[in-house]
Every structure is written in structure tokens, then in C-alpha cells.
């Protein structure tokens, strides 16, 4: 499935921070190289997957790894974590050593000490993952005993952050229409949830099984490719890829609000702002789809499970943001990252 290759926030100084370390290494005997950026670990340790990635040259990959580590600090610091933002990126190229590339990551993590934890990201198997581990503790690796089922997670946070927008909208959950795009391991557990709560859905997935799984297990409608965006409902819920609300698609959206998984849901900032200039409100994925990394973080600092509470952060700061936005009349995505960097400024001073 396609993926966005870099969170990128506005273009706004006060959201293009530095990172405290960046480190270049390269593999002498294989000439693999790879870039480790440490964004931000003023409320905790970073955490962030490793990229594989086909880089014009270093420069793209630095500029790459900086966005998403950045975007990882903002993620940690609105699901209310001790952790910060880190990422980890692979230049992939014609005949590249894969075990080596991946070696290579596992030296410079375990060389961070325990300030950096990694783990998946795009391309990043749990093959290659097993390469990093034989050099450092500080990556998780998918069957292990470990914090359990992550897409369950997500699908957890998404829907909490769904119970936050529809009573901000004064919907109640019974009868919401809800359309979801994509019923793979997140979006089938949202309809799961969904249902449970008396939501109609309205469903589609490029792959008709799950389509007749949800029709016949969930009582939901199908809808054709063609229908997802223009179907009236109360909630859009994106659980399939990125870039789906673009600056035409947002200045049509039949919905009244947008919560979902799919991360960087906007095609760009105009597109953000068509919707918000609409009425429509989105709970910014940085906050809806946070599931997964509040159950990962939790059981690597503490060693324990994730309880409802620790997930119930999102439905907190979701409400957060929607309340700020409606009083302030601004997009929830400039809120979101204006409450993240409150809460890290907050850790500064020792609040
Ligand atoms: P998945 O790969 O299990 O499911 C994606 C589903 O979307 C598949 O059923 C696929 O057939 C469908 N799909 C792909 N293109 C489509 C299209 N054009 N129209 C309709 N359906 C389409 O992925 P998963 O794990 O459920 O994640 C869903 C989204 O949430 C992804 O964007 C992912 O990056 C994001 N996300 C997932 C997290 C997790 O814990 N799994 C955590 C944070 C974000």
C-alpha cells in the first residue's frame, strides 16, 4: 500500500524545529548508509520506526528523516507520553546490502544508549528487524512478547477520538452514519466498534471480501469507489491511505466531521483549510491514530500493558483541540501542534 513519505507540519518556524541529534553513518565495507535523527527528548526518550527509502541523495534523506522525526515529537507529546521523536532512515539503492544497512542502524541505536527505541516503518521487516536487535535492545520486533495487539489499539484510539467528535457535533452514536474507507486491521476493528455502539456504516475496501465481511458480519452498505466522497454522513473515517482529502475532495465532502487512521489524511494545507472553512471538522490523525504508539511507548518504558485509560489520552486531547478550534474559529491541525508545543514547553519549565 502507498504510503506518505514525510509528515510535514505548516510551513511555520515555530513547527520546523531542528533536531538535538542527527548522525550520518556509513557502512565501510558495504557502503551502506543510513541517517538516525533524535528530535526531541525533553519529555522522554525518542521513539520512531526505521524507512527504507529510494533518496535522490543525503540531503532528501536528512530533510526526510528531520519531518517525520519532528512529526513523531508533536505524536508523543499530544498522546500525553514521557517520549519524544525520533526516526531512523535507510538510503535504498540498486543492489544495497540489506543486513548490513540494517546492522548498520542497529550500531548507531545501540550506541544512543537507550535515548533513541525504534522499531517498524515502511519497508522494515521483521526480518530486518531481528538484524537490529542483534546489536541493540532498544528496537521492537513484531511476535515478540510484547505489548499485544497495536492495530487493535489503533482501532481503539480512532473510535474514542470518533466518541469525542460526534458529542462536539451533538451527535450521538446511535444512528451516526459513518463511512469508512479501508477494512484492513484498523478500520475493521473501528466498524467492530462502531457497531457495537449502533453506528450505520457505509463501507468500502479495494478488496471485496472484507467488503462482504463487514455487509454480512456488521450490517453495513457497500459503497463503490465513486461514492466514498460524495455520500452524505456524519463521519468520514480515512482507514486506508493518505493524501484522500484533497483541496477538491474537501470543498465537496458531504460529512460533518472526519476522523480516521490514515495518516496525513490532507493532501496539503489548502486542503485543510477548505474543509475548516466549511464547517467541517477533522480530528487531526496525529491525535485520532495514536493507538498504536501509546501501547508500543507504555510497554517499552514500564514494561506493562496499556490499560483503557492510557488510551482514553486521546479522546482527551481530541476534545482539547475540537473545543479550541470551534472557539477559536482555526483548523484543528494548527491547534493540535500549538497544544503540543505548549505541552513540551510546559516540560521545560518544570511543570
Ligand atoms: P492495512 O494494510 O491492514 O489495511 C488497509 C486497507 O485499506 C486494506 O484492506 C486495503 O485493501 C485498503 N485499501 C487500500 N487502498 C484503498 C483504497 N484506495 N480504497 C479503499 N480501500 C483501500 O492497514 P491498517 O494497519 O489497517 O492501517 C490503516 C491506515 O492507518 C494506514 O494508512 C496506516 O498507515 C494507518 N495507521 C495504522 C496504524 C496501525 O496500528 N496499524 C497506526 C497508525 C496509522
Redesign the pocket.
Known amino acids: 500500500?502507498a504510503?506518505p513519505r514525510a509528515e510535514r507540519p505548516d510551513a511555520d518556524d515555530r513547527w520546523t524545529s531542528e533536531p538535538e541529534q542527527l548522525h550520518v553513518l556509513r557502512d565501510r565495507d558495504s557502503g551502506a548508509v543510513c541517517v538516525v535523527a533524535v528530535h526531541d527528548t525533553r519529555l522522554g526518550p525518542a521513539f520512531g520506526g526505521i524507512r527504507r527509502w529510494r533518496y535522490d541523495d543525503l540531503d532528501e534523506a536528512v530533510g526526510d528523516v528531520t519531518a517525520l522525526a519532528r512529526a513523531m515529537t508533536w505524536k508523543c507529546a499530544l498522546a500525553g507520553l514521557p517520549a519524544g521523536g525520533g526516526k531512523a532512515v535507510i538510503l535504498d539503492r540498486e543492489g544495497l546490502d540489506r543486513r548490513a544497512a540494517y546492522a548498520l542502524v542497529g550500531r548507531a541505536v545501540a550506541q544512543l544508549g537507550g535515548r533513541f527505541f525504534t522499531g517498524p516503518d515502511v519497508n522494515t521487516t521483521d526480518d530486518d528487524l531481528r538484524v537490529v536487535r542483534e546489536h541493540t535492545e532498544f528496537v521492537a520486533v513484531g511476535g515478540d512478547e510484547g505489548p499485544g495487539d497495536?492495530?487493535a489499539?489503533?482501532a481503539e484510539g480512532v473510535f474514542l477520538a470518533a466518541g469525542a467528535l460526534a458529542a462536539r457535533l451533538d451527535l450521538p452514536f446511535d444512528g451516526l452514519r459513518v463511512v469508512v474507507?479501508?477494512?484492513?486491521?484498523?478500520?475493521m476493528g473501528l466498524c467492530e466498534r462502531l457497531a457495537r455502539a449502533g453506528a450505520q456504516l457505509l463501507v468500502?475496501?479495494?478488496?471485496d471480501a472484507?467488503v462482504q465481511q463487514a455487509v454480512q458480519r456488521l450490517g453495513a452498505r457497500a459503497l463503490q469507489?465513486d461514492e466514498?466522497l460524495s455520500t452524505p454522513c456524519d463521519v468520514f473515517a480515512p482507514?486506508?491511505?493518505?493524501g484522500v482529502l484533497t483541496e477538491r475532495s474537501a470543498a465537496e465532502l458531504p460529512a460533518r466531521g472526519v476522523c480516521g487512521?490514515?495518516?496525513n489524511v490532507f493532501a496539503s494545507p489548502v486542503a485543510m483549510r477548505a474543509l475548516h472553512d466549511r464547517g467541517v471538522l477533522a480530528v487531526p490523525d496525529v491525535i485520532a491514530?495514536a493507538?498504536?504508539l501509546i501501547q508500543g511507548a507504555t510497554w517499552h518504558l514500564t514494561g506493562r500493558r496499556t490499560t483503557d485509560d492510557d488510551l482514553r489520552a486521546i479522546a482527551r486531547t481530541a476534545d482539547e483541540v475540537l473545543g479550541r478550534s470551534l472557539a477559536e474559529r482555526r483548523p484543528p491541525n494548527e491547534i493540535a501542534l500549538e497544544v503540543a508545543l505548549e505541552r513540551l514547553s510546559r516540560s521545560t519549565r518544570g511543570a
Do not use: I, P, S, Y
Not at 181 to 187: F, K, N, T
Not at 204 to 207: A, E, P, Q
Open positions: 500500500m504510503e497495536l492495530a489499539a489503533t474507507q479501508g477494512l484492513g486491521a484498523v478500520g468500502h475496501d479495494v478488496l472484507r469507489a466514498l482507514c486506508a491511505l493518505g487512521a490514515a495518516n491514530n493507538g498504536a
